[in-house]
């Protein structure tokens, strides 16, 4: 990277960005490991994984409704994504979903 001073950096052209984001975003998250798991356990871990994070929201300490109500809105809003991503790209089985998963197969 040049040299340059704060004042003189190079304003980074916001529509590039969002393209160069949109692109990583849209291939990344095929490479996450939870979608090398089968369809069930996929499943568990993301439920599983969304459960935690609502819960240390929930415990976290911070004051007001509205916090947790944001987190809550976050944890939905990416299940809409991550289930129908886990069905197009997780193994199917007729395998039920698992009552027990190990701790360390969870935060894939």
């Avoid at 001073?5 to 590039?16: H, L, S």
Wanted: hydrophobic fraction near 45%; glycine fraction near 4%; charged fraction near 25%.
């Amino acid at each position: 990277m040049k040299n340059t001073k704060i004042g003189e950096m190079r304003k980074r052209n916001p529509d590039e960005f969002i393209a160069h984001a949109e692109k990583v975003i849209d291939t990344g998250w095929k490479r996450l490991p939870i979608f090398q798991s089968e369809r069930p356990v996929a499943l568990l871990k993301l439920i599983t994984a969304t459960d935690e994070r609502m819960r240390i929201t929930a415990l976290s300490g911070t004051s007001g409704a509205v916090f947790f109500s944001a987190a809550l809105r976050f944890s939905q809003d990416a299940l809409v994504f991550a289930i129908p991503w886990i069905f197009s790209e997780c193994r199917a089985t007729n395998a039920p979903i698992p009552a027990i998963m190990r701790h360390t197969g969870v935060y894939e």
